[in-house]
């Protein structure tokens, strides 16, 4: 199963933005998804992650209550509903996807063995 984030952009502090993780080549429901984030001169950091049958969700503390992760498994499509965006949510957004995520592990990179293209989100004060 190949991944690819899309749906971003450059918008202005406060506004919207929903990205994308579509699946081709395979069945997404398969595998859980995080998304991560990477801004410039940073270390890519966990943002959110959602189970194979969405039941357990997980989000970093800088995001939730702002963010949202859900999944399509009809259209092979994870999602992640960004409101309120911020300047420090500037980053490259990466899709990844696992066999398995728990409480110990939802986190870590090394926990997501296939990773797609990322997509640029830009928010300016």
């Known amino acids: 199963v190949q991944l690819q984030a899309s749906g971003g952009g450059s918008v202005q502090a406060g506004v919207s933005l929903r990205l994308s993780c579509a699946a081709s080549g395979g069945t997404l429901s398969s595998y859980a998804v995080g998304w991560f984030r990477q801004a410039p001169g940073k270390e890519r950091e966990f943002v959110a992650a959602?189970?194979?049958?969405?039941?357990?969700?997980y989000y970093s503390g800088s995001v939730v209550g702002r963010f949202t992760i859900s999944r399509d498994n009809a259209k092979n499509t994870v999602y992640l509903q960004m409101n309120s965006l911020k300047p420090e949510d500037t980053a490259v957004y990466y899709c990844?996807?696992?066999?398995?995520?728990?409480?110990?592990?939802?986190?870590?990179?090394?926990?997501?063995?296939?990773w797609g293209q990322g997509t640029l989100v830009t928010v300016s004060s």
């Open positions: 959602i189970s194979q049958s969405g039941f357990n969700i």
């Open positions: 990844a996807r696992s066999i398995s995520i728990g409480t110990s592990n939802y986190q870590k990179p090394t926990t997501y063995d296939y």
